[in-house]
């Protein structure tokens, strides 16, 4: 059973950062691919940004150039830089892995909220 919890969310003014870790815990042997979702109200679930174990990164138009993704750790496998933030970009924000047998795993979210 693998587990995935995020923190670093919080509440920060437009044209602030924040840095959002993604920690791993159970049956870590390792993701092929790692990403950031996140979900606004009453909006659907979209794609961040994604990661794959080789370090290719792959990012959503709306967030390239402030948005930065790596991947660290089996403990810690990827991290968000965000830079430059929107009122836009307030949602939760959610880790998800990808095993080796194709098997994806979540976690709960963080909230990230920006003020203008």
């Known amino acids: 059973q693998v587990q995935l919890v995020e923190s670093g969310g919080g509440l920060v003014q437009s044209g602030g950062s924040l840095v959002l870790s993604c920690a791993a815990s159970?049956?870590?042997?390792?993701?092929?691919?790692m990403a950031w979702y996140r979900q606004a109200s009453d909006k659907p679930r979209e794609l961040v940004g994604s990661?794959?174990?080789?370090?290719?990164?792959n990012y959503a138009d709306s967030v390239k150039g402030r948005f930065t993704i790596s991947r660290g750790s089996a403990e810690k496998p990827v991290t968000l830089q965000m830079h430059s933030l929107k009122p836009d970009d307030t949602a939760i924000y959610y880790c998800y892995g990808l095993n080796k047998d194709g098997i994806g795993y979540w976690g709960q979210g963080t909230q990230v909220a920006v003020s203008s």
């Open positions: 159970g049956n870590v042997f390792g993701f092929d691919l």
């Open positions: 990661i794959t174990s080789g370090g290719a990164p």
